[in-house]
């Protein structure tokens, strides 16, 4: 799993330190794929917005990196939890004012089976290099019929690769699997996996895809208690919140 990877890659603490790159993923053929290193590290900008505005019920960004959208919903008074391997951006959320814990999102975690939305954004969909595995993974943490918003990339790929981060001085972390998909593909994965495909749209260049998970009783169904976009919705789920329960 890419736990140690990014944890441990010096360049991508680096980078997190200062605030910004150039930072890369490094395939194994050399292929360097820019990280947003500066977008990560400011404020949610117009396209995050949209995406928070979707999100229902207790929010869990997975692979938070240094916590933008974890602090925007905070700041909103919306029950959110970060997670991430990476020390450095588990503090820079917590100092932003979020609540976020160092952890794989394959480790154990708070309010499994319970949160209302999933978010893998800025390419999180990659996060372990299988998507299956991954797709399986949010499905047992959101409630029956919660909500995936996924960030998928521009392009049409399907791919499953060996990377590392690395810098402009090609200083590396360890190589890790990780996986680039565009709609199509992860449509195709999810549709496999049990999934509802209830949105996809693009903006500032950005793709974005919204899935719903199986309720009990059927795939495809839409669930009536959790089918409340969040403007409509109280701005705490009725019930626990998995965030208060750490
Ligand atoms: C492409 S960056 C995404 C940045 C982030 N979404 C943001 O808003 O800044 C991937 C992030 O996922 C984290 N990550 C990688 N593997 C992970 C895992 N197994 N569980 C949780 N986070 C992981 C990395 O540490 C990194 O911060």
Request: include cysteine; aromatic fraction near 0%.
């Given at each position: 799993m890419s736990t140690a990877t990014w944890a441990t890659a010096d360049p991508y603490t680096t980078a997190l330190r200062a605030g910004r790159g150039p930072l890369f993923l490094r395939r194994a053929d050399g292929w360097l794929l820019p990280l947003e290193v500066e977008r990560w590290c400011a404020r949610a900008d117009g396209v995050d917005l949209d995406v928070l505005e979707r999100c229902e019920g207790a929010v869990l960004d997975v692979?938070?990196?240094?916590?933008r959208l974890v602090a925007e919903l905070a700041a909103r008074g919306r029950p959110v939890l970060g997670i991430d391997v990476s020390e450095t951006a588990v503090d820079r959320t917590v100092r932003l004012g979020g609540q976020a814990l160092r952890?794989?999102?394959f480790d154990p975690l708070p309010g499994e089976g319970r949160w209302g939305t999933v978010l893998l954004m800025d390419?999180?969909?990659?996060?372990?290099?299988d998507p299956r595995a991954l797709l399986d993974r949010a499905a047992g943490l959101l409630s029956p019929g919660g909500l995936l918003i996924a960030e998928t990339l521009p392009v049409d790929v399907d791919e499953r690769v060996e990377v590392q981060v690395v810098d402009l001085t090609l200083t590396a972390g360890g190589a890790f699997p990780w996986a680039r998909l565009g709609t199509p593909a992860l449509l195709r994965h999810a549709s496999r996996a049990g999934w509802s495909a209830v949105d996809q749209w693009t903006a500032g260049g950005r793709r974005f895809v919204a899935l719903r998970s199986r309720t009990a009783s059927s795939s495809a169904e839409t669930p009536k208690s959790t089918a409340v976009i969040s403007s409509q919705r109280p701005r705490k789920p009725s019930g626990e919140s998995p965030v208060a329960e750490r």
């Open positions: 692979g938070c990196g240094p916590g952890r794989s999102v390419g999180n969909v990659g996060i372990g290099g």
